[in-house]
């Protein structure tokens, strides 16, 4: 009888080291942009972050934090979660976190600032904590970055193996007048993630593009 | 720019060792610089000439050998195989036909047993029946009594002559009279007995109906054993074809084993479909009992790894029963248990099974529960609100998810016969496959073989062909040296 146990132990651990140890989770982190004007597209925010929820499996997390004059700060984060490996649950979990974020889109109000580096700081460190396999920061932005005097951003930061997307990077007038504007802020944009160590930089204006984005390994 | 004596290049790396021009003894005349070097080559390639055949003959034998050795080797290897695939072959079909001619030995015996087991009571039935039959128509054969001897006087009466005698017309009359009612009293009689006789002939009726009805049991008895006793020659013949080992039962067999290994296959296949929707029936409440978030490969969840294991265990299960009901024999330790071993063994398969059908259907259900609550987080997730689903429309998928998984165990159960086909036709059909696949081998072998030595023949004939010159003149040195000898010996011979 014990060496029956034996060989069946012997076969489990077997059978565990086989396992894939490997995180297949992915991790997303979702900047939202509340300041001045921008505030009025939280809306589309919602139906991206619903979107997300739509697609993310059990094992999967998600944080969502708004971009305001200063975001390197927990209190920005309006809704984090993992979800459960078991898919009830996880279903149950979407729908907390749908109601918290239905609460914030009613509730939300412009900032002077937009700190978008602050919360880059912010999600690089919650998506490396989640230690996920595939790593997402999500920026739904203009991404056009402006600080008070007393906010100190200019240094490099660390935004490694993780894949930066900017969502509905609106024109701004100005952009209108000079295109090379908006184009130079992408591209700045770019070397900075870049240089940051991040794995991938794009653009999304359509959300289709990020279904595509999503779904491939 | 890079042409030979052309170009800054070469002017720049003329007489280097390691540039291309160091050879040309002619300067800047490359064509010119060969010739004269071929020209100067040629007495000694000529001297050469035996060596280098000696060289190209072992070089081609060294590479052509070894191949050609493979071919012979390979080929003789496929010709083992090929008579350990016949005997293989044979002994299964022996195997078979013998099982197949025991099957029908049963039938035979079962038919005797059933049928002519009630052939003594059969027979007396028929000779009750005969018998009576038979006395019956002796009564029939009884004819009614003979006419009285009176007849004789009634004639010798009729030549009296009464010629006017009133006394004789009224005797006469009186016989008259009393023959009429004697005439009338015999016709009665007639009539009577042919009337019983007819009586006792429509008797019979039954009696033939029955003998009719008995003997057509007995021919149709009859016909069905002679039926499963040419089925029996049939397979003797074939046993004997076997057992002689000849060619047209090899073919037979091997024919009949590809045969077997396409419809199992195709059967498999169909089980394999069978198993799939099973599969996506039970994985996702899997991963609500296991989790989601174990992978056991990059692409395996251990969720999916779960289902499948439990698939297997309902095809093993299945492969159970079929072996303890002796319709498959892949396991002959279950074959060889003891009847009431085998009968425990299963009625344990069969609940074990049976088990597996509930937890697949109460998955089956899970399922649905699951993926409408899905559907009703991206309802509510999504922009625009859809109608509520009719309740009966829910009710029917829900219904045939919970049927077919409690339905497919059991279909899965009888995967066990194409199994047991597929793996005994896999053993003809892949030796065959073997046997074909080392044949070509050993043919490239040996084509590869013929050509390294027929290339190198090649290659000593176009030596030849570059030392031609003095080949021609060792020719004519032979004709002169050849016909002076030639001359010099009558000349000898006349001294």
């Given at each position: 009888m014990i060496k029956r146990l034996l060989v069946v132990s012997l076969l489990l651990a077997g059978v565990s080291a086989c396992t894939d140890q490997r995180s297949h989770s992915q991790a997303v982190y979702m900047l939202v942009d509340t300041s001045g004007t921008y505030a009025q597209e939280v809306r589309k925010a919602q139906l991206i972050i619903n979107y997300l929820l739509g697609t993310l499996q059990s094992g999967d997390s998600l944080a969502v934090a708004r971009v305001r004059s200063r975001s390197f700060n927990e209190k920005d984060i309006i809704a984090k979660v993992t979800f459960d490996s078991r898919p009830s649950q996880a279903n149950a979990q979407k729908r907390a976190f749908r109601d918290?974020?239905?609460?914030?889109?009613?509730?939300?109000?412009?900032?002077?600032?937009?700190?978008?580096?602050?919360?880059?700081?912010?999600?690089?460190?919650?998506?490396?904590?989640?230690?996920a396999g595939k790593k997402t920061i999500l920026i739904f932005s203009d991404m056009q970055e402006e600080l008070d005097k007393a906010t100190i951003r200019s240094f490099p930061i660390s935004l490694k193996d993780i894949r930066i997307v900017a969502l509905n990077v609106v024109k701004l007038k100005a952009d209108n007048i000079d295109p090379r504007r908006y184009l130079g802020r992408l591209e700045a944009w770019q070397k900075r993630v870049e240089n940051a160590g991040a794995s991938e930089w794009r653009v999304i204006n359509d959300i289709e593009h990020l279904d595509a984005m999503l779904s491939r390994s | 720019m890079l042409r030979a004596g052309k170009g800054s290049y070469f002017e720049q790396r003329k007489g280097d060792p390691v540039s291309g021009s160091f050879w040309m003894i002619w300067p800047n005349n490359a064509v010119l610089s060969a010739v004269i070097l071929f020209v100067i080559a040629m007495p000694f390639l000529y001297a050469a000439r035996k060596l280098v055949h000696e060289l190209f003959r072992s070089i081609g034998n060294m590479v052509g050998g070894p191949l050609r050795l493979g071919a012979r080797w390979l080929f003789a290897t496929a010709r083992d195989m090929k008579e350990r695939n016949k005997a293989?072959?044979?002994?299964?079909?022996?195997?078979?036909?013998?099982?197949?001619?025991?099957?029908?030995?049963?039938?035979?015996?079962?038919?005797?047993?059933?049928?002519?087991?009630?052939?003594?009571?059969?027979?007396?039935?028929?000779?009750?029946?005969?018998?009576?039959?038979?006395?019956?128509?002796?009564?029939?054969?009884?004819?009614?009594?003979?006419?009285?001897?009176?007849v004789e006087a009634l004639v010798s009466v009729a030549k009296i002559k009464s010629d006017g005698n009133e006394m004789v017309q009224r005797i006469l009359e009186e016989i008259k009279r009393s023959v009429h009612g004697i005439h009338d009293k015999a016709l009665a009689e007639y009539r009577r007995a042919f009337e019983s006789r007819h009586k006792i002939l429509s008797g019979f009726m039954p009696f033939w109906r029955s003998l009719d009805k008995t003997f057509g049991q007995v021919d149709k008895k009859l016909t069905g054993l002679q039926d499963t006793s040419s089925k029996i020659d049939a397979q003797m013949e074939k046993y004997e074809q076997i057992n002689k080992k000849t060619d047209k039962a090899e073919h037979a067999l091997t024919m009949s084993a590809f045969t077997q290994f396409a419809i199992s296959l195709l059967v498999l296949l169909i089980a394999v479909g069978g198993a799939l929707v099973n599969f996506k029936l039970i994985a996702l409440p899997f991963s609500e009992m296991v989790g989601a978030g174990d992978y056991l490969t990059a692409t395996l969840?251990?969720?999916?790894?779960?289902?499948?294991?439990?698939?297997?265990?309902?095809?093993?299960?299945?492969?159970?029963?079929?072996?303890?009901?002796?319709?498959?024999?892949?396991?002959?330790?279950?074959?060889?248990?003891?009847?009431?071993?085998?009968?425990?063994?299963?009625?344990?398969?069969?609940?074990?099974l049976f088990v597996f059908a509930l937890i697949e259907a109460g998955l089956a259900l899970m399922r649905d529960m699951l993926a409408a609550d899905r559907a009703a987080l991206v309802q509510s997730l999504a922009a625009a609100q859809a109608a509520p689903p009719d309740p009966l429309l829910r009710l029917i998928p829900t219904t045939a998810q919970m049927v077919l998984g409690f339905f497919l165990p059991f279909a899965l159960a009888f995967v066990g016969v194409p199994l047991e086909s597929f793996i005994y036709s896999l053993r003809t059909v892949g030796g065959a496959?073997?046997?074909?696949?080392?044949?070509?081998?050993?043919?490239?072998?040996?084509?590869?073989?013929?050509?390294?030595?027929?290339?190198?023949?090649?290659l000593a004939t176009l030596y030849d062909v570059t030392i031609v010159l003095p080949l021609l003149v060792e020719r004519m040195v032979k004709a002169m040296r050849n016909g002076e000898a030639a001359a010099s010996r009558p000349a000898g011979r006349g001294t």
């Open positions: 918290k974020i239905d609460a914030f889109v009613k509730s939300v109000s412009g900032s002077a600032y937009t700190d978008i580096t602050g919360g880059l700081i912010q999600g690089g460190m919650f998506l490396n904590e989640t230690g | 293989v072959l044979l002994a299964h079909g022996r195997e078979e036909v013998s099982q197949h001619i025991e099957r029908e030995f049963e039938r035979v015996g079962a038919l005797v047993t059933r049928d002519l087991e009630g052939y003594p009571a059969l027979q007396r039935k028929l000779l009750d029946e005969i018998t009576r039959v038979e006395e019956d128509y002796k009564k029939c054969g009884e004819v009614p009594p003979a006419s009285p001897e009176w969840r251990m969720s999916d790894v779960a289902a499948l294991v439990l698939i297997f265990l309902e095809a093993t299960m299945g492969l159970f029963v079929m072996e303890t009901l002796r319709i498959t024999h892949l396991f002959p330790i279950i074959a060889n248990m003891s009847e009431r071993m085998r009968r425990r063994m299963f009625w344990t398969a069969v609940v074990f496959a073997v046997v074909m696949l080392v044949r070509m081998l050993a043919f490239v072998l040996r084509i590869l073989g013929n050509l390294v030595r027929q290339l190198f023949k090649v």
